[in-house]
């Protein structure tokens, strides 16, 4: 048989290649399946955190913030626990980030609140001296996309199984239920629910007009996002 | 002599020269310390091995005769002589699948390495020198431990001078502003400062035991000035009749009923560090990831501020 295959390169490379595949697949796949279920407290996005993740993706914050607390005492005491894989698993692209110009935010709902969300978008400087993050007043105009951010919660609902709408344990011992719409209509009524929430402990009266007028401006969205990051 | 030799020595020669004019020209020169010298005897050792290995094996290429018995098979073309197994190779083979057998089964550091376990000990390390060297301290020393605490934590709301940064947070050199004392008449509280009294009720459960009435806007407004002013001022009466049956005729509070409201306590601070508030002008998150010892630095931080 050996003989066969020296003599046959192309079958040869093929069995070279199914040898190493199966080893990798029993070695990396068992581990991989287990590490990357979803870790009790962590439930799916919302519509509107969804909407304030594309914002966050739209403005490339993870080319500075990334989210992965590393397994280190001066992160875990500046960050919180150190990221486990399972915490991901709604994360559809993760946004581990390869730099952190700025701080890590992958616990930053923890220990930051709305307000100062809205006090540092519209100028870092003013909270955080010598912060050379530009400031993003046009979140405060623009308005968050809640329709794709349904469009995308319908997907990964679908298609990997994402459980909206079923309840999802939390580390208290309780369960939460992430609502989704059943139509574009009732997606951008939850998302307006939950702005007019955001918009509550906010100061800025253009957005409480805005979302009082059933408009979504992005700030709205990003703050809910990053409230959700625990 | 053959000319093979001859460059041998002169590459020789000349790659030594080289070694000690480099050691010479450094710091320390050749009797500069052992590395220099070790460094020096590696170079020469070096040196002569490979001139006098090299010549060997050219030597063996210029002389050398194929012989010895071809085996059957052919590779493409490629013959192979059939020479026996050297010994040592083979001994040491059969030891490096000994040694392989072991190392899969018992040798192989799986368990004795990992970065969590490496993380925990790290962190066990880090609390048994914390309550080893600041469990126990009082006073300056806390209110030092305090302030590095609130410069790492607080001062992105509260600014490095506890101010608040122009109304953003709570300023912290005094105990409370008029439009927090008005909030919390208007709509009572539900704080829980000292951690398990009971709520304070809105504007209409705060009678005034002066007018025997409910209280109105004007008092409000003097009491919440007077609170403010530390305590002084106009709106004593109305503090004294409204306001003194739970916080105390001082505004220092009553264990389990109200909080003090004339000054902090580090009390106070370590239970808003430990449950968070709202409050007039924001949301305060909780700070659960600080020790009980550095939640009550910081309280004595910033009851030392307000002084």
Redesign the interface.
């Known amino acids: 048989m050996f003989h066969w295959l ?1 003599k046959h390169p192309f079958f040869f490379a093929v069995g070279i290649f199914v040898t190493i595949a199966f080893a990798g697949l029993v070695e990396i796949l068992p581990n991989f399946a287990q590490a990357s279920r979803p870790v009790i407290g962590t439930a799916p996005y919302s519509t509107l955190e969804l909407a304030g993740r594309h914002v966050y993706i739209k403005n490339s914050c993870n080319a500075c913030h990334s989210q992965l607390v590393r ?3 001066s992160e ?3 960050y ?1 626990h ?1 990221s486990l894989s399972g915490e991901y698993a709604y994360d559809r692209p993760f946004l581990w980030g390869s730099k952190r110009t700025g701080p890590d935010l992958m616990r930053v709902g ?7 969300h809205e ?1 540092h978008m519209k100028s870092p400087s ?4 010598g912060s050379i993050m530009p400031a993003y007043t046009w979140m405060f105009k623009n308005t968050a996309d809640i329709n794709t951010a349904y469009a995308e919660q319908l997907t990964v609902s679908q298609f990997f199984s994402t459980p909206y709408n079923k309840p999802v344990p939390m580390k208290d011992g309780s369960t939460k239920i992430v609502k989704m719409g059943a139509s574009t209509a009732e997606a951008n009524a939850l998302a307006l629910a939950e702005a007019k929430v955001i918009a509550a ?1 906010m100061k800025d009266q253009d957005v409480k007009d805005a979302v009082a007028n059933g408009q979504i401006p992005e700030i709205v969205a990003l703050i809910a996002y990053m409230n959700s990051l625990k | 002599m053959n000319k093979l030799y001859l460059g041998g020595i002169i590459f020789t020669a000349l790659m030594l020269l080289f070694t000690y004019m480099s050691v010479i020209g450094s710091e320390g020169g050749l009797h500069g310390d052992i590395v220099n010298m070790l460094a020096v005897a590696g170079a020469v050792a070096l040196v002569i091995i490979t001139v006098f290995v090299v010549i060997k094996y050219v030597r063996q290429m210029q002389t050398d005769t194929a012989d010895g018995q071809l085996a059957d098979e052919k ?1 493409d073309g490629i013959g192979e002589y059939l020479n026996e197994l050297p010994m040592g190779w083979a001994i040491m083979f059969f030891l490096l699948i000994v040694w392989g057998m072991w190392y899969f089964t018992v040798g192989y550091p799986l368990n004795a390495y990992s ?2 376990g ?2 925990n000990e ?2 066990a390390a ?1 609390n048994t020198k914390f309550e080893a060297e600041y469990a126990s301290i009082t006073g300056d020393r806390l209110v030092e431990m305090g302030e590095s605490v609130f410069l ?2 607080c001062k ?2 509260h600014g ?1 001078n506890a101010d608040g ?1 122009e109304g ?2 709570a300023n912290l050199n005094k105990r409370i502003e008029a439009k927090s004392v008005k909030l919390v008449i208007a709509n009572g509280s539900n704080n829980h400062l000292l951690g398990m009294e009971m709520p304070m009720p809105d504007r209409n459960g705060l009678f005034n035991a002066n007018t025997s009435a409910l209280i109105t806007d004007a008092e409000i407004d003097a009491v919440a000035s007077f609170v403010a002013n530390g305590m002084a001022g106009a709106g004593a009466d109305i503090f004294a009749g409204v306001c003194a049956s739970c916080h105390g005729a001082d505004g220092k509070g009553m264990d389990s009923v109200a909080p003090n409201i004339a000054s902090f306590t580090p009390a106070l601070v370590a239970n808003v560090l430990a449950h968070g508030k709202k409050g007039a ?5 909780k ?1 659960d ?1 600080l020790n009980a010892k550095q939640k009550e630095a910081v309280g004595a931080y910033i009851t030392n501020l307000s002084k």
Do not use: L, S
């Open positions: 020296e397994p280190f005492k875990t005491d500046r919180g150190y923890n220990y930051r609140t709305t307000d100062w006090n003013g909270v955080v001296p402990d | 590779w970065q969590i490496e993380y790290d962190t880090h790492a934590e992105v709301c490095i940064i953003k947070a002008i924001g949301e305060m998150p700070f990831r």
